[in-house]
């Protein structure tokens, strides 16, 4: 009896390191197929566990299927995201365009380190019901922190006072998960470069640029 629990933890342990190895295998055969112009939706679990180098049962021992292979993933990387998001969303009154722009490049790396599994999720939430609800979920924390920014800001004179601070903070989210998911690619850096200089562009002059902060600090130049 005492050697038995021991034993069956190292049995847990090693299948959790397993599915994780397996996961790995499977999330880089994954962006190889994005790579060759294969969509997540239209590749057949027998292709993806091929490429990844095994079997289509052990895909199956450790996975229900693609979609559950992607929230696996999708619940760490949003760790990531909102980390970089913090990044934006505790900038204040002193803030520049150039640390705006440093900020936002934090998140559109994340994007970017994981542009094909991203795509992947984009393609199968459009099929697969728990998956789409994650992602919706994950876009309204967004919404949720860049409104909490937008309402700090305004009641510290950073952010533009007129601002409607729910409406605002949806589109803000909306045009950065649309920027992100149609206009950034691993393989284009002039797109890349584009979307990143517009995106600071654009939120700071929403946001920003016409709050009492701002305005005075452009009349004393």
Do not use: C
């Not at 990844?52 to 993933?73: C, H, M, N, P, V």
């Not at 365009?97 to 936002?104: R, S, V």
């Not at 789409?132 to 004179?157: K, N, V």
Request: no cysteine.
């Amino acid at each position: 009896m005492t050697t038995a629990a021991p034993r069956n933890g190292k049995k847990r342990i090693d299948s959790k390191q397993r599915r994780r190895e397996i996961r790995d295998r499977l999330l880089a055969a994954i962006d190889a197929l994005a790579a060759d112009g294969d969509t997540y939706s239209t590749v057949s679990v027998e292709k993806l566990a091929t490429t990844a180098g095994i079997s289509r049962a052990t895909f199956y021992i450790y996975f229900e299927g693609k979609a559950d292979l992607l929230q696996a993933w999708f619940a760490e990387i949003l760790e990531e995201f909102a980390d970089a998001a913090d990044r934006w969303w505790s900038l204040g009154a002193d803030a520049t365009p150039d640390e705006l722009a440093t900020a936002l490049d934090a998140v559109l790396d994340v994007y970017l380190g994981h542009a094909g599994l991203m795509a992947a999720i984009n393609d199968e939430a459009t099929q697969n019901d728990e998956l789409r609800a994650t992602l919706s979920g994950a876009i309204q924390r967004g919404i949720e922190g860049t409104r909490q920014h937008i309402e700090r800001g305004q009641a510290e004179g950073f952010v533009d006072p007129d601002l409607l601070a729910a409406e605002t903070s949806a589109w803000l989210v909306w045009l950065i998960e649309r920027g992100m998911n149609q206009g950034l690619g691993a393989g284009d850096d002039e797109q890349s470069r584009l979307l990143r200089s517009n995106l600071t562009s654009v939120i700071w002059h929403v946001l920003y640029a016409g709050s009492p902060a701002h305005r005075a600090a452009a009349g004393r130049v």
